[in-house]
Every structure is written in structure tokens, then in C-alpha cells.
């Protein structure tokens, strides 16, 4: 139990295009799913923390406008990264923690990430 | 603020060697400690946690003990299978949020 999937694994796009990635959580329901953002040989950064319903907690330095985070259901929260450059390559996590008979509040459940490339 | 530092990987060890992977940190008030474990194609999985000092975490043969008067929460293991060859990440969450700061991550490389 607790599987956190993301979609697409990999995607180049070019630059001043949008890419859409996708974080389910298949076997519980995410009450609040969050989204890191990591660079080689660095930590994974919080960019924000969404919960269903409601708009998504952005952390400071990260620009809302540029990567648009949506909640709409208990199973699937989606990040845009509008009019991506270069610099926006990088690898993305998502994680989501909710209740179910496998899962507890307290724990976060990691999707495999999602590897950004912007040309 | 809140940070977590790890030693630098990758560690490359030999089948039933003894693991050590160092990792301190420093955070406001009294955090709970976390080791995360990654392998290759996979999402962090939790591999074990203390919440208060002197608490030791345990899970798969690993262990790491809340050392509250170090900031330490080193992660150990007597003897590595190279199923354990993967990227080990020490994280805190501090407050009652669901917020965590990791480390950098270490790779760990386990030959026969």
C-alpha cells in the first residue's frame, strides 16, 4: 500500500513552452501532497505544499505564477511549469500523506520523480 | 533555520561490511529524525524514525539513535547486502506541520 505514482518519468520540452506533471497517489487519499524540486548532488527543496480544495502554500523564493500546483481531488494534484527556460531543468518529487489502512498522517509517500528538461 | 548535513557519497562497500553514514544537524526546537531510502527507479521510502532524544530507530537491519547532545542521527548497519545499494537521505520535521529538510543524500554501492 501508500504507492505515489508520476507522470510523465522524463520530458524534454523547449524553451517558453508549459509541461504539466502528474502525482497520483493510487491506494489511499491524499489529503495533502507536496512537491520538492532537486538538483544533482543536492537536497530535495520543498516548492510547495497543497491541500485538496484549496490553493497550494508556496515556500519563499519559489514564484507561484511559474509552477502553478493544483489539488482537485483526493487522488491527483498536478504541476505546471509555465513558459519553462533552462534553468527550470531539474528533477521533480512529488509526496503525498493521508489516511487509509496502510498509511498515516504523519508520513509522507514519495513518487519516483519526474526528470525536467528544458532545451 | 532548519538543515541536515550528510557525508558525501558515493560509499562503496563490500558485501557484509559495516555501514556508517554520518549525518547532524541543526534545527529550532526538538525535531524528529528520519532516514529515507531510495532506490534506483523508485520514489524515498521511510526506513526509520525517532521522534525524541535517545529514541533509536530500527527497520531491515538498519539502526540510527537520536543523539540530542551531538545534533546526530547516524545511520548504521553490521553487515550491507548489495540489495542495499541505494541513495540514503537523513531528514528532520520540526512543529507540528508535515514539513521535512533533507540532506543532500548519500549513495550507497555494495559489491560482492
Known amino acids: 500500500g501508500a504507492v505515489v505514482s508520476q507522470h510523465p518519468s522524463w520530458v524534454i520540452c523547449k524553451s517558453g513552452t508549459s509541461v504539466k506533471i502528474e502525482c497520483r497517489s493510487l491506494?489511499?487519499?491524499?489529503?495533502?501532497m507536496f512537491w520538492y524540486r532537486q538538483f544533482p548532488k543536492q537536497s530535495l527543496m520543498l516548492m510547495a505544499t497543497?491541500?485538496?480544495?484549496?490553493?497550494?502554500?508556496?515556500e519563499q523564493g519559489v514564484e507561484k505564477d511559474k509552477f502553478l500546483i493544483n489539488h482537485a481531488s483526493l487522488t491527483l494534484s498536478t504541476l505546471t511549469v509555465t513558459s519553462a527556460h533552462p534553468e527550470d531543468s531539474s528533477f521533480y518529487i512529488c509526496?503525498?500523506?493521508?489516511?487509509?489502512?496502510?498509511?498515516?498522517?504523519?508520513?509522507?509517500?514519495f513518487g519516483p520523480g519526474t526528470r525536467l528538461t528544458v532545451l | 533555520g532548519n538543515s541536515v548535513t550528510q557525508m558525501e557519497g558515493p560509499v562503496t562497500l563490500s558485501e557484509e561490511a559495516f555501514l556508517t553514514i554520518n549525518c547532524t544537524y541543526t534545527a529550532t526546537g526538538y525535531p524528529s529524525l528520519f532516514w529515507y531510502v531510495q532506490y534506483p527507479g523508485e520514489g524515498l521510502q521511510l526506513l526509520l524514525k525517532a521522534t525524541k532524544a535517545d529514541d533509536k530507530g530500527s527497520n531491515k537491519g538498519f539502526e540510527a539513535t537520536y543523539r540530542k547532545e551531538t545534533t546526530s542521527f547516524h545511520l548504521e548497519k553490521g553487515s550491507v547486502q548489495v540489495s542495499d545499494s541505494a541513495v540514503y537521505f537523513c531528514a528532520l520535521r520540526t512543529g507540528g506541520g508535515n514539513k521535512l529538510t533533507f540532506g543532500t543524500g548519500t549513495q550507497l554501492k555494495v559489491e560482492l
Open positions: 491506494d489511499f487519499q491524499a489529503t495533502t
Open positions: 497543497s491541500n485538496e480544495g484549496s490553493k497550494a502554500t508556496y
Open positions: 509526496s503525498a500523506s493521508g489516511t487509509s489502512a496502510s498509511t498515516s498522517t504523519d508520513t509522507q509517500y
